[in-house]
Nanobody
Framework: QVQLRESGGGLVQAGASLRLSCAASRLTFSTFSTYSMGWFRQAPGKEREFVAKISWSGSSTYYKDSVKGRFTISRDNAKNTVYLQMNNLKPEDTAVYYC????????????WGQGTQVTVSL
């Protein structure tokens, strides 16, 4: 059972930056590099939505349109960690951010973290 733990959330003003981290552990029968990793977010009263994804090798990345140019997803397979660098934050970015792991042979994300709160004030 893969365990994911997010960190780095907080309260910031609009225009500020934050870097979220997601560390994976308990990779008993697999290695971190066999998972594509995604970031999702859920704002109050809204459904969880996709934010960004990075392939298992790190060679491909995908973003929600509204964060393109502001957010950057990256990974360090040696540290079993994926990052989300968030620049020029806006109040509409306020949400709980979750990381998730997608095994190479799966279309769904099998493992999810508990989330970290990001609050952006005016």
């Amino acid at each position: 059972q893969v365990q994911l733990r997010e960190s780095g959330g907080g309260l910031v003003q609009a225009g500020a930056s934050l870097r979220l981290s997601c560390a994976a552990s308990r990779l008993t029968f697999s290695t971190f590099s066999t998972y594509s990793m995604g970031w999702f977010r859920q704002a109050p009263g809204k459904e969880r939505e996709f934010v960004a994804k990075i392939s298992w090798s790190g060679s491909s990345t995908y973003y929600k349109d509204s964060v393109k140019g502001r957010f950057t997803i990256s990974r360090d397979n040696a540290k079993n960690t994926v990052y989300l660098q968030m620049n020029n934050l806006k109040p509409e970015d306020t949400a709980v951010y979750y990381c998730a792991a997608q095994p190479r042979d799966r279309t769904l994300y099998d493992y999810w973290g508990q989330g970290t709160q990001v609050t952006v004030s005016l």
